[in-house]
């Protein structure tokens, strides 16, 4: 069974990557898929939000990297999927996924959302945070793959 993880992945971080890894082991296919939404202010264009993704799942044979606009439910009939993935890290994501699961089974009743506890780990963990740090100059080592440090280094100071 192939399942579809939709995100906007700016960047990707190693919570992410957590989801990712349980799901390819689960699911036949996983396809991860980006928001493309040209309103919402992102730090890293799709293509390089593509590129890291590409690069930190490259192991991963049963996983695809792709871009989506407009709905997620029509993204998932065009591609023949109905499950969704989504990460839960904590009761306060709750609300908001709730809401979008409900959404997408209202807007296509054959679509279903499963959720995957995000590692304890990982549950403090968001993009917001990782360039939050980044920006200031702090350690983000812990939080994403080298690849994606070295991006945020380079966005946020030009360097190396
Ligand atoms: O990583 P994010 O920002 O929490 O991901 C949110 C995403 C991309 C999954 C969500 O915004 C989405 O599916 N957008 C596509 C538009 C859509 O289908 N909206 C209706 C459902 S609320």
Same mark, same amino acid.
Do not use: M, Q, Y
């Given at each position: 069974m192939a399942v579809i993880y939709p995100g906007s992945? *700016?960047?990707?971080?190693y919570g992410h990557l957590d989801i990712i890894q349980r799901a390819s082991k689960k699911f036949d296919k996983v396809i991860v898929t980006i928001l493309d939404n040209p309103s919402k202010k992102a730090l890293f264009d799709v293509e390089k939000r593509l590129e890291l993704l590409k690069s930190t799942t490259k192991?991963?044979?049963?996983v695809e990297i792709d871009s989506f606009s407009g709905l997620l439910v029509d993204y998932a009939k065009k591609n023949d999927i109905s499950i969704i993935i989504k990460g839960l890290r904590?009761?306060? *994501?709750f609300e908001y996924e709730f809401q979008m699961a409900h959404t997408n089974t209202m807007l296509d009743e054959d679509i279903e959302t499963v959720f995957l506890m995000t590692s304890n780990k990982y549950s403090f963990l968001s993009s917001s945070v990782v360039k939050e740090i980044s920006k200031f100059n702090g350690d983000v080592s812990k939080l994403v793959p080298e690849i994606v440090k070295y991006n945020l280094n380079k966005k946020f100071r030009g360097d190396i």
């Open positions: 992945f *700016d960047p990707v971080t192991e991963l044979k049963n904590a009761i306060s *994501d």
